[in-house]
């Protein structure tokens, strides 16, 4: 069967079941620990699986998915909120049929819109939800309202971390404050540049130790990283690191977590329209 017939007949399929697209957002406490590369590649990798993938830089005002990409974008983020055009006007198209948004440049508080703006905003998101299978946010460093709303909002929660002692206690800081506002969000860990399995392994137990003990929540493993020159060559050439070297380790590493997660996921449908009024809810601060 064609790409475009296999498409086609999930699509159709999902509309029937009225499934919804997954929601991930991809966070972390310290700054620069791999977020973007991670959630492109990631995403990349879905694609190629004939998932229909939406990526969304909200690293708003400085984005570098599309510099990850190596690709210049027509619209982003910044042009949706300052020329009022619709979201599916900023969806760009990256390789392997991902979908994404680039979130620009130049300092905007495009958050603050006022109440129907918002409402749109938020319909527009929703006709979104039947269009793809995921739909993944990379948060920017340093994380803002607007992006503890949408992790509070968001069905899953990719928390990424490097091996590093400073990066793990920021891990846990930011795991420590989503846990206070929303305890029942799934969280996942991202052990990234690993200098060994052993390593990646020990980092994810001393965290998700922490994380049972004082928080009384549990943390999955998502998968470990290696660090890997690969990943900085990738990023120098503009290309994402799975299509720069499939063979490489990192990138063998990315197919083997994309791998478990899609088999384990499969049994975790989206929630139907609860994404949208998770974010309304967030956003007008409703919730708890
Ligand atoms: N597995 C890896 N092996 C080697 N280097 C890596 C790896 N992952 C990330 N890096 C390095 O870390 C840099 C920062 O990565 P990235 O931009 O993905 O981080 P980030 O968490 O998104 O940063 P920010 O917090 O600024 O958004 C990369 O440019 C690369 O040099
Ligand atoms: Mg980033």
């Known amino acids: 069967m064609s790409d475009q017939a296999q498409k086609l007949r999930n699509m159709i399929s999902r509309i029937q079941n009225k499934e919804e697209a997954k929601t991930i957002a991809v966070v972390s406490g310290k700054g620069g620990v791999g977020k973007s590369n991670f959630a492109l590649n990631f995403a990349i990798k879905l694609s190629q699986q004939k998932k229909r993938v939406l990526l969304f830089d909200l690293d708003i005002g400085m984005g570098n998915i599309d510099i990850l990409l190596g690709l210049t974008p027509k619209k982003t983020i910044v042009n ?29 508080e495009i958050f603050n819109l006022e109440h129907t703006a918002f409402a749109d905003f938020l319909q527009q998101l929703q006709n979104l939800m039947f269009d793809y299978d995921y739909i993944i946010f990379d948060m920017g460093a340093g994380m803002s309202v607007t992006h503890m709303n949408f992790v509070l909002a968001s069905q899953e929660c990719f928390v990424i971390t490097t091996t590093e002692p400073t990066s793990i206690m920021d891990a846990y800081s ?115």
């Open 80 to 108: 949706m909120f300052e020329e009022s055009l619709s979201i599916k006007d900023v969806i760009e198209k990256g390789p392997e049929s991902l979908s994404y948004v680039a979130a620009g440049s130049g300092l905007t």
């Open 174 to 288: 930011v795991i420590k404050f989503i846990c206070s506002r929303r305890k029942d969000i799934p969280l996942y860990l991202m052990i990234n540049r690993a200098t060994s399995e052993k390593d990646g392994r020990q980092a994810y137990h001393r965290l998700a130790m922490a994380v049972e003990q004082f928080l009384d929540k549990k943390v999955k493993l998502l998968g470990i990283l290696p660090d890997d020159r690969q990943v900085v060559q990738a990023v120098q050439r503009q290309t994402p690191f799975i299509l720069f070297n499939h063979r490489s380790n990192v990138s063998q590493s990315l197919s083997a977590i994309v791998k478990g997660y899609t088999g384990q996921s499969m049994n975790q449908k989206a929630e139907p329209f609860k994404f949208i009024s998770r974010l309304k809810a967030v956003f007008s601060r409703k919730v708890d």
